[in-house]
């Protein structure tokens, strides 16, 4: 019988990682090498790809895929999933992780001072198709080739605001127009609420296919926003701040894992607190 904390590792398994080489993507990834699995990042940036992959090969001694593909666009995730399976003979897990995330440390073109009333449908459209129908198409995909194989693992990745409304005021700017003040989009709070309803709906759909689907719902993460934001938003978390970019990987490789075994359906919510309130 395997110890405890072997149940942890997922050696050699081959875990896909949509938005593999952004921020959260990239630890993921990391998380999976510290498994001993196999990261298969997606992206849509070359350049991204061959930094993240240089980066993660640098610090773990592993395999690191990586595919550049437009995770709307179902023939690309199709060769992508054939490719894995002619060269590993399966694909274990998937990680639903890309979204165009509005970030008070970018200028994101979703998060400014577009209300809901006059919030373009283009934009809409595009978070929409990136972080929902992504995921969709991702599932769909990666899950078939799983349901061949009577195994296999999803994680969806949400957000606090999957489980709560965004609180605006923390967005806030003092001497700023009504009409010009930063809004989080409402496309973002829509996505990750529909990713908790495909985590359910997956979840018993496959569940006699051996197939386990959960979501975490991580908080903010610091990343050099600004001290004011910050601090409003620290304000609303009861262990007092935003969350450290490696703090999510337990987490994840426990989910990606034999130690969740008998987990599926379910959402786990990581944010110090906040959803407490």
């Known amino acids: 019988m395997n110890s405890i904390m072997d149940r942890f590792l997922i050696r050699d398994r081959v875990?896909?990682?949509?938005?593999?080489a952004g921020l959260l993507g990239y630890k993921h990834a990391e998380a999976v090498l510290a498994g001993e699995g196999i990261p298969v990042l997606l992206d849509i940036s070359d350049t991204a790809l061959e930094r993240a992959k240089s980066n993660l090969l640098n610090d773990y001694d592993g395999?690191?895929?990586?595919?550049?593909?437009?995770?709307t666009n179902r023939d690309q995730l199709q060769s992508v999933c054939d490719a894995l399976v002619n060269k590993y003979g399966m694909v274990n897990a998937l990680v639903n992780n890309a979204a165009n995330n509005p970030k008070m440390e970018d200028e994101s073109k979703n998060l400014g001072n577009i209300r809901f009333d006059n919030f373009p449908l283009g934009i809409w459209m595009d978070d929409m198709a990136v972080g929902l129908t992504g995921a969709f198409l991702?599932?769909?995909?990666?899950?078939?080739?799983?349901?061949k194989q009577r195994s296999g693992v999803i994680l969806n990745i949400s957000s606090d605001l999957g489980v709560i409304a965004p609180?605006?005021?923390?967005?806030r700017k003092e001497g700023v127009k009504e009409e010009d003040q930063t809004i989080k989009p409402v496309t973002y709070s829509v996505i990750k609420h529909g990713l908790l309803?495909?985590?359910?709906?997956l979840a018993t759909y496959?569940?006699?296919k051996n197939i386990r689907v959960n979501a975490i719902c991580p908080g903010g993460v610091e990343n050099g926003?600004?001290?004011?934001?910050?601090?409003k938003l620290t304000n609303l978390i009861p262990l007092g701040r935003m969350a450290d970019k490696n703090e999510y990987q337990c987490s994840v490789l426990y989910l990606l894992s034999d130690a969740s075994s008998y987990m599926t359906g379910s959402t786990v919510?990581?944010?110090?607190?906040r959803t407490c309130w």
């Open 225 to 231: 926003q600004p001290e004011d934001f910050k601090e």
């Open 138 to 147: 991702c599932s769909q995909v990666f899950g078939t080739q799983m349901e």
């Open 206 to 208: 496959w569940a006699d």
């Open 15 to 20: 875990c896909v990682i949509t938005g593999g």
């Open 63 to 71: 395999t690191v895929e990586t595919y550049k593909v437009d995770i």
């Open 269 to 273: 919510i990581i944010d110090g607190g």
């Open 167 to 171: 609180d605006q005021r923390i967005y």
């Open 197 to 201: 309803g495909l985590t359910k709906y």
